[in-house]
Structures are given as C-alpha cells and as structure tokens.
C-alpha cells in the first residue's frame, strides 16, 4: 500500500491556469568566486603594471627613433645591435602586459592535453536550468497519488484536470480554455489522455465512466459506460484503442471505432491499477499497480472472451514493495522499462520485458511519482514526493545524477513531456504546474512522416 489521497486547504480566489505570483529566478551578476582566496581573473583587457617591465616598455617605444638615427651606421653595427637585442629580449615585442596566464596542469602530457581540449569544444556540457521557466496556478488539483490528471498532447496543447473539471492550456499561445466540468456524481476526474492524433482526448471518472471529447469542438463524442466497477485513474492510447485500468483491479482494451468497445481483458492486479504504458511498438503493455505488482503484457496474450477467466501475462514482477505507478519504456532500447516504487519503496527498477530480468535498481530515498526519458539524450526524470519534493535528472545506465530541480512545497505528483521533448510540465500537492526546461533545446526539425490517426473518430456520427 502506497499513501494515496491527502487534502491540502488552499487559497480559493485564484484562477486555474494563470502565472502563479513567486519570486522570478535572477541569476547572479557577478562572475568572480565567492571564495575570497581565489583569483579574480575578471573579462576586461586592463593592463597590469605589475607584471609590465617599464624599461623594456621605454625600450620597445624609442627604438624606432633609435633605428632612424643608426641608419648611416656601419652594417656591421647594425648586424651586431641587432643580435645583442635579439640574445637579450628574447624577440619580444608587446609593451602592454596583462594578467597571467593559468598555469598548465603538471604531469599531463600535451596529447592529453589536446585531446582533452578538442573533446570538450566538439561537444560543450548541458547547461541545466534549477529552477522552472514558468509556473501556473493549479487549484483544486487533487493529491492522490494513484490518479493521472496530466498530459500534453501532440499538438502541443496540455490538459489537467483540477476537481470536476479539465482545463486545456495551449503551450504555443498561453491560452486556456475549459474543455469539461463533470456533476458531483461523476467526479472528480481521475485520469486524461490524449489520443495521438491531439484532437481527441479520454477522460476517466470517478464514477468508472470514461468520456471521449473531441477539443476541437468541444463535442463529447461518447461515453464508454459498464467497462469498471470503481473509478478509471489510468488511460493509455494503441492507436485506435483505448487501455483503461480501475480500482476494481481490471484492465480492458476499447476499439473506440465500433459500438461494442470492449475487445480485450487484461486480469491479474488485487488491487488498483495505477499505471499503464504501451511500448512504442505497441506489442507490450506494462501496467503497475497498488497491490506492488509490476506485469508484462503481450497482445497475443489478451482475451476477447471475458468468461475464458484470467489471462495469462508475459512476466509477473513483483520486486517493488509498494505500489507501482511510475512506468516509462525507453526510446532507444525497445524492450526496455523504467519502474518506480511508492513511498516504502522508492526505488527506480530497470526491466528487460524480453526476459523479465531485472537489471538495476537505484534507491532515490523518497516516494517515486513520474518517470520520463530524455527523447534525445540517454538520460531519465523522476519526480518524487514526502522529502524534498523534487525532480532528479540521471544519467543512464551510470545512474550518476546530473541535476535536482526543487520548487515545489509537496509531492510532484504528475509528469508531462512537450511534443519536441526538450520541456516537461509538473504538477504537485501543492497546486501549482511548473514547466522545466530540463531536456536541452530541440534537435533541428525534420520532415514529419504523415499518420493514419485521422481516421479514428470517424464514425462517431453514426454511434448512438
């Protein structure tokens, strides 16, 4: 058991969505050290008379006249004042001296040195920013750790649900818009997600009924009713159909084109799923759950005859001791998972869904929430809770940490990644939405390849 639902009295008058009144980050303008004892370089060319040598300066100034003046001299004269500077100056020609020079590391050989040069130029470390780029108000939010009321879809739109209603927030104007607010017998909403084309997205409730909204429109296509027997706190899109888990422990598949939606069922969870995922194949779902148990399901495995009883999953984990509700597959290793644990588990797990071994397991000391992978760097984001309440950047597979972005004042429940994947969205306990731009700059863009999505929705008009 994991702890789930807390309530946190909040400030009533202000608005779902709008910048939130806190301190902007102000980076520091002086670039010396706060260290007294270390040397102040500075980035203007003043010159330092300490390091000048004033005769050779006065030299170096008069020797032109000098020259004009010896003109008539023998050229054995001239050959020999010439060799005498040369031997004694060391050709040296600059009057105006600055600060030093670093001194060179010791007992580094120059092709180390070079190739350490040449390596850092070809590629220049991430700068991290600590601290969000913007942060929204975010009230009636609630803080149960089980739900998934967040997700940014691929038109670049994020939606979030706070209390009975969801709220649609455009990334690329700033503009929010109410999608849908729910009677008190059906809600709160316990889970959103888009589906992949970014027009249509599925809204779960308390009341087990799950809505399809087209927000183009702001048209409820359909609801899907008598699919769960308790709230729908996990969604996740395959293409056409729609996964959806519930406290009733069941997870069922929705070809959201037909009448009859329901084509598969997915039983082994006791208790409340709070976690689904397909893998980018689409082949594998994994699903996590209160009752700590982590499976592998196989769409070759899946029943659509619901009196053939349980069905039989891929691989049965149950390695983390509390529950399972972080699930991210990674993008560059298909058969690879990310796990995290809840508060008496707080572990990070790293699953090989071919064979369910295990591969490592990282203890983050507190409660994992969210987990999302870097779409262009081998790097992983969690989001934790019942500490520090921060987000942790790690490099993979080193598990070495790169960074930790405090700002929220309780548990960041839920995670979103921008369509480019260089920003992620943040919701916490403490009601308010933080957008981190934690993932670096997006890579140059390329010609997108063109989708089947746009077909899905289309035979609503004729589903009563």
């Not at 053939?308 to 049965?316: I, V």
Request: with cysteine; glycine share 6%.
């Amino acid at each position: 058991m994991d702890a789930g639902s807390h309530s946190i009295p909040s400030e009533r008058s202000r608005t779902p969505l709008q910048e939130a009144v806190t301190r902007p980050y102000m980076p520091s303008l002086s670039t010396g050290s706060r260290n007294p004892s270390a040397k102040c370089y500075g980035d203007r060319f003043i010159p330092d008379r300490s390091a000048m040598d004033m005769d050779m300066a006065h030299y170096l100034l008069t020797e032109s006249k000098k020259d004009k003046e010896n003109a008539a001299a023998s050229p054995s004269k001239e050959a020999y004042r010439r060799l005498l500077a040369e031997k004694l100056l060391n050709n040296r020609t600059r009057i105006l001296a600055f600060r030093n020079k670093p001194p060179e590391p010791e007992n580094v050989s120059a092709d180390v040195a070079s190739s350490h040069l040449q390596a850092k130029s070809a590629k220049q470390r991430r700068h991290i920013p600590q601290s969000a780029e913007r942060t929204l108000d975010a009230p009636d939010l609630v803080d149960d750790y089980y739900l998934n009321l967040l997700d940014w879809g691929s038109n670049n739109v994020l939606s979030i649900a706070l209390g009975d209603t969801v709220y649609l927030w455009n990334a690329s104007s700033g503009s929010t818009s109410e999608l849908v607010t729910v009677d008190e017998d059906s809600g709160p909403i316990t889970s959103v997600s888009w589906a992949p084309d970014g027009r249509h997205i599925a809204v779960g409730l308390n009341s087990s009924d799950v809505q399809l909204w087209d927000t183009s429109s702001n048209r409820l296509l359909r609801t899907l009713r008598d699919v769960h027997d308790a709230r729908v706190g996990s969604l996740a899109w395959n293409n056409s159909i729609l996964t959806t888990g519930s406290m009733d422990g069941k997870i069922v598949n929705n070809d959201v084109r037909i009448r009859n939606h329901v084509v598969q069922r997915y039983e082994g969870h006791s208790q409340e799923v709070c976690g689904l995922k397909w893998s980018g194949s689409g082949q594998q779902l994994a699903s996590g759950g209160n009752d700590n148990l982590l499976h592998i399901w196989d769409v070759s495995m899946a029943s659509s005859v619901p009196s053939a009883g349980r069905n039989q999953w891929l691989h049965r984990l149950d390695n983390h001791t509390a529950a399972v509700k972080a699930l991210a597959w990674c993008p560059f290793q298909s058969n690879l998972l990310a796990t995290g644990g809840g508060g008496s588990d707080r572990c990070i797990k790293f699953w090989n869904t071919h064979t369910g071994a295990c591969l490592n397991s990282v203890d983050t000391g507190s409660q994992v929430c969210a987990l999302l992978w870097n779409k262009n760097e081998r790097e992983l984001l969690s989001s934790h809770g019942f500490m520090q309440n921060q987000l942790t950047l790690w490099k993979y597979p080193s598990m070495v940490k790169m960074a930790e972005l405090t700002g929220h004042s309780s548990r960041v429940l839920f995670m979103a990644q921008s369509p480019d994947g260089c920003t992620v969205a943040s919701a916490a306990a403490d009601e308010t939405l933080r957008f981190w731009n934690v993932f670096g700059a997006p890579e140059a863009p390329k010609p997108a390849a063109k989708t089947s999505y746009t077909g899905m929705f289309n035979s609503f008009n004729h589903i009563r």
